[in-house]
């Protein structure tokens, strides 16, 4: 199969297919053509470059910083701290991508699954699993996701928790 026939996706900017992969680009999770991903103010292709997000309006780093966009520039929800470089959204929040990380091993998450607990608490996956898996009322083990898994499989019943097999054995 020829790889230029491929779509990689809608283009998050002009809405047409990118079909092309040496011509597309990944960022904010969307896909772009290298030539829609560009400054909205010098008009500066962005691909492989630092740029900024500020409320929708992607920025190169020159117009950034030399801009009056950094008096309003974001303020890391962990340190407190203004961020000068890149952002990290998450949760609707902006971080420094270094001070976004797990609240029981200290792992650093950018880029990486998370989890977060009822108080909004940011957690690596497997310290999520570990400290607010359920256990199973038969066996008592904790409910873990299966080798290769991220995601747990559990059956509630009576307000109990059980792991699947377990709660087919009891029946």
């Known amino acids: 199969m020829d790889t230029n026939s491929l779509c990689f996706g ?38 492989g470059k630092q740029f900024y997000d500020f409320s929708g309006r992607v920025l190169c780093e020159e117009d950034y910083l030399y801009s009056s966009v950094k008096h309003f520039a974001e303020v890391c929800t962990s340190c407190g701290y203004l961020i000068t470089d890149m952002v990290l959204q998450a949760l609707g929040k902006s971080f420094h991508p270094e001070c976004f990380r797990c609240v029981i091993c200290n792992e650093a998450l950018e880029g990486q699954p998370f989890s977060v607990d009822t108080q909004k608490k940011i957690y690596c996956v497997k310290d999520y699993h570990r400290f607010l898996a359920q256990t199973c009322a038969v066996c008592e083990q904790l409910i873990l996701p299966t080798e290769g898994s991220n995601e747990i499989v559990r059956v509630m019943s009576m307000s109990r928790s059980y792991h699947v097999a377990c709660y087919e054995g009891k029946n």
């Open 10 to 47: 809608t283009c998050g900017k002009c809405m047409r297919g990118v079909y092309v992969a040496d011509q597309a680009c990944q960022a904010m999770g969307q896909v772009y053509h290298d030539s829609c991903f560009t400054c909205c103010a010098c008009g500066q292709k962005l691909k």
